[in-house]
T-cell receptor, first 118, second 112 residues
Framework: GAVVSQHPSRVICKSGTSVKIECRSL??????MFWYRQFPKKSLMLMAT?????????EQGVEKDKFLINHASLTLSTLTVTSAHPEDSSFYIC??????????????FGSGTQLSVL | SQKIEQNSEALNIQEGKTATLTCNYT??????LQWYRQDPGRGPVFLLL?????KEKRKERLKVTFDTTLKQSLFHITASQPADSATYLC???????????FGDGTTLTVKP
C-alpha cells in the first residue's frame, strides 16, 4: 500500500525558534497533500491544502506567515512553524492523495509529529 | 453550520461482540464518507469508503452503512478482538477528491 513518511516524529524546541516538518510520499506521486493539527481527544483540524507547484490554500483562521507550507515536488511537502510559541504545541499530521489513480479519495497519512515548545 | 457527531467519546465492549459506532452529520451533502482507525500517537489509517449512492460496504469483519435520509453512517466490527481497540474517525467529503472533514472520533476498547 501507499506509504507516507513524516519526520520528525517528535520535536522539542525553545520558544521563538522555527521547526520544519517533512512529509514524503514514498511510492506514489502526491499531487495534493493536507496538513492537520490535532489536540488530545479531538479530531483532525485541517490547516491547509498543499498542491504541488502552487501556493497552499489555508483554512480560515490559520496564519499563512506562521505556518509556511512548501510543496516543491510530487513527493515532498514541508510545514515550517515559524517563531514557535508554547500555544503551537500540538500533534501535526500530513496526508496525501495518490494522484496517479482515478479513484483517489482515499487519504494516506503520515505518522504525525508531536511538537512541544518550551 | 456543518457538523459531524460521532455517537460517544468512548465505547467499551466484550471480546467477540459486535461493536457499532455511529456518525451523524448535519448541513452536508456528502459525495462519500470514510472511516479511519487511529492508534495513540499515530496517523489515521484508511478502513472503508462508502459513496452517497451506496447503502452498505463490507470488508472482512467490517461493515459500513450509509443512510443519506437519516444523515447517518453506522460502522460495525463483528467478532471484535482486543486488537481492534483504537479510535475510529468518520470523515465526510462534499466533492470527489475534495478535502475531508473529520469527526472527533470514538475510542473503542475491547476487553478480553
Amino acid at each position: 500500500g501507499a506509504v507516507v513518511s513524516q519526520h520528525p516524529s517528535r520535536v522539542i524546541c525553545k520558544s521563538g525558534t522555527s521547526v520544519k516538518i517533512e512529509c514524503r510520499s514514498l511510492d506514489f506521486q502526491a499531487t495534493t497533500m493536507f496538513w492537520y493539527r490535532q489536540f488530545p481527544k479531538k479530531s483532525l483540524m485541517l490547516m491547509a491544502t498543499s498542491n504541488e507547484g502552487s501556493k497552499a490554500t489555508y483554512e480560515q483562521g490559520v496564519e499563512k506567515d506562521k505556518f509556511l507550507i512548501n510543496h516543491a515536488s510530487l513527493t515532498l511537502s514541508t510545514l515550517t512553524v515559524t517563531s514557535a510559541h508554547p500555544e503551537d504545541s500540538s500533534f501535526y499530521i500530513c496526508s496525501a492523495r495518490d494522484g496517479t489513480h482515478t479513484t483517489n479519495e482515499k487519504l494516506f497519512f503520515g505518522s504525525g509529529t508531536q511538537l512541544s515548545v518550551l | 453550520s456543518q457538523k459531524i457527531e460521532q455517537n460517544s467519546e468512548a465505547l467499551n465492549i466484550q471480546e467477540g461482540k459486535t461493536a457499532t459506532l455511529t456518525c451523524n452529520y448535519t448541513n452536508y451533502s456528502p459525495a462519500y464518507l470514510q472511516w479511519y482507525r487511529q492508534d495513540p500517537g499515530r496517523g489515521p489509517v484508511f478502513l472503508l469508503l462508502i459513496r452517497e449512492n451506496e447503502k452498505e460496504k463490507r470488508k472482512e469483519r467490517l461493515k459500513v452503512t450509509f443512510d443519506t435520509t437519516l444523515k447517518q453512517s453506522l460502522f460495525h466490527i463483528t467478532a471484535s478482538q482486543p486488537a481492534d481497540s483504537a479510535t475510529y474517525l468518520c470523515a465526510l467529503s462534499n466533492t470527489n477528491a475534495g478535502k475531508s472533514t473529520f469527526g472527533d472520533g470514538t475510542t473503542l476498547t475491547v476487553k478480553p
